[in-house]
């Protein structure tokens, strides 16, 4: 019974990822049109990318501009090695590890970017220094109303700044030992032993996630009523939108594929054409992010003014109004 069943599985679903020339022959005519409208959308995403880098450079100061490349990179950078992924499909591993790296890094300048729309460090700590923070956030305790607000002090800021950046670090850097150990056949996302590396790596990494976007959604939650003139709404909903994609959607379908529930289509095993799925839907979903980012951040904002310009603008006019009644 088991030599039958075996017979009818095609030898390619039981393999590695297919070569890029397999991939060519296998394409009839729609896949080539699917194939090269999904390139276009790429380069389409890239060609957006520099071009709003070359208005960020010129019309935004430092280090605001950089920051800002860094953040609406990420859509495009994505995209990019989607395309690879999708043409290449034995590079998945390799392109996966590039997006990931580089939105890390993103995860940090989320945050330094909303500390920079106040003017720099010094002055949101000038401004909220003493002032209660709720911490009561995603993606670690929206679920406890209870905790207490914390006030912000130089050492919190030093903390939440540190829970952002040890992300883009470690994650690099696990992710560069993955790879390592991939090309010596110690990692496969299929192997979900106790004895595999795969299934401590990635917990790991999960829980790092989690650990830099709980600071950022603080800073967010804490601060997005400062910040509604600067279109911080949705900017962070891009942000987050990104997240979820290419993290969460990524995620979903690998298990699906892991579980037999996308089906084998020689030359691609399950696993194979699951990871070809997310590479395409990955680059209409990053080309569309890519154009909505060009509307967002393509216009310039002057740096918030601090609480104690304010309140000198409203002494000048309180002084100005008592000198009118007088002259009455």
């Not at 609406?72 to 499909?89: L, Q």
């Not at 034995?90 to 909303?114: E, R």
């Not at 919190?156 to 560069?176: D, E, H, P």
């Not at 795969?198 to 790991?204: E, G, K, L, V, Y």
Request: overall charge neutral.
């Amino acid at each position: 019974m088991e030599e039958a069943l075996n017979s009818t599985i095609d030898p390619a679903c039981l393999q590695g990822p297919p070569l890029a020339i397999d991939v060519i022959k296998q394409l009839d005519a729609f896949g080539l049109c699917l194939y090269g409208v999904l390139t276009i959308m790429s380069c389409m995403s890239l060609m957006v990318y520099l071009e709003q880098c070359l208005y960020i450079y010129k019309n935004l100061p430092y280090p605001k501009k950089t920051t800002i490349i860094w953040i609406t990179g990420a859509a495009p950078v994505i995209a990019i090695m989607s395309c690879f992924g999708m043409w290449i499909p034995k590079a998945v591993m390799i392109t996966d590890m590039t997006s990931n790296c580089y939105f890390a890094v993103v995860v940090y300048k989320v945050l330094v970017l909303m500390i920079e729309e106040f003017g720099g460090s010094s002055v949101f700590l000038k401004q909220f220094t003493g002032k209660t923070f709720r911490i009561n956030t995603g993606p670690c305790c929206c679920c406890c109303p209870c905790l207490p607000r914390v006030p912000m002090s130089r050492r919190m800021f030093f903390l939440l700044k540190l829970g952002a950046l040890q992300y883009a670090i470690l994650k690099t850097a696990l992710s560069v030992l993955s790879v390592i150990l991939w090309t010596n056949g110690n990692f496969s996302l299929s192997d979900l032993q106790i004895t595999g590396t795969a299934i401590w790596i990635n917990p790991f990494i999960g829980i790092l996630t989690i650990i830099s976007l709980w600071p950022v959604a603080i800073i967010f939650m804490n601060t997005n009523s400062f910040l509604r003139s600067l279109n911080i709404i949705p900017k962070y909903a891009m942000y987050q939108l990104v997240l979820v994609l290419s993290q969460l959607q990524t995620s979903i379908i690998n298990i699906l594929a892991l579980n037999g529930t996308i089906a084998c289509a020689p030359p691609f095993s399950s696993q194979a054409r699951g990871s070809m799925l997310s590479q395409q839907m990955m680059i209409m979903e990053m080309f569309i992010i890519t154009l909505v980012n060009r509307f967002l951040f393509r216009r310039t904002y002057d740096t918030l003014p601090s609480e104690e310009h304010d309140n000198d603008q409203n002494s000048k006019v309180a002084l100005q109004d008592v000198v009118v009644e007088h002259d009455i």
